[in-house]
């Protein structure tokens, strides 16, 4: 119990000087319909595959967390996440962009009335005891789709291979280009093998979330 409080505490300072700054900026999701033109070439488009560092589903963000996705965009822009491509997108966005993006994003795709399971699905084999290590519910949730904080990310339903992708890069130092320096999650991910995070991320794919790629009208 002492570990999962340490961590959450943990993960909690270590955003508030990330969204300190823009706080006090309100995002207009109907602002934000009119600025997702660099997102929805990769986002938009359902089952689409990036490339670097390793080919990979790119992640499902509408219905994501408003918070999450305003702290992940000033992440690349400052480079705590590395990725050129997201990093030159987000460099490119004012502080209201991002706001208003996150806006979007976070109602995009919603369906009135659906309701969440409060818990995940009994994990098998290992993965109950890769769960614990990691205490990954004590910030993502229970059910891995209600996060603890509004700044941390909804896992659940995510593509299995964006996440085994995320929770490597969390191991990598001292690249250039890829990798991303978070002290919590680094010190998470660490903890574990490459084969076992691939078996966290199956198992994050597997459950039940909010979290889905709308293909923009553009590519229907």
């Not at 891995?144 to 890069?169: E, R, W």
């Not at 084969?195 to 994050?204: D, G, P, R, S, T």
Request: hydrophobic share 40%; with cysteine; proline share 4%.
């Amino acid at each position: 119990m002492k570990k999962v409080v340490s961590i959450a505490f943990a993960l909690t300072v270590a955003v508030v000087s990330t969204l300190s700054f823009a706080q006090d900026i309100k995002g207009d999701a109907n602002a934000g319909a009119t600025k997702i033109a660099m997102c929805i070439g990769c986002h938009g488009i359902v089952g689409y595959q990036a490339s670097f560092p390793e080919v990979y589903k790119v992640p499902k963000i509408s219905g994501q967390g408003e918070k999450y996705i305003t702290t992940a965009l000033h992440a690349y822009k400052k480079g705590e996440r590395k990725h050129p491509t997201m990093r030159s997108i987000a460099e490119s966005l004012t502080d209201q962009d991002i706001a208003d993006v996150a806006a979007y994003y976070t109602n995009h795709g919603k369906v009135e009335g659906a309701v969440l399971p409060d818990t995940a699905t009994e994990p098998q084999g290992n993965v109950a005891a890769l769960l614990t290590k990691g205490a990954c519910t004590s910030c993502h949730g229970a059910n891995l789709a209600k996060p603890i904080d509004p700044s941390y990310p909804k896992i659940a339903g995510q593509h299995a291979d964006y996440v085994y992708v995320a929770l490597k890069s969390y191991k990598t130092e001292g690249m250039a280009k890829w990798g991303r320096n978070n002290g919590v999650m680094g010190g998470v991910a660490k903890q574990f093998s490459n084969a076992e995070l691939k078996e966290l991320a199956n198992y994050v794919a597997s459950q039940q979330g909010d979290l889905k790629t709308v293909a923009q009208s553009k590519f229907r």
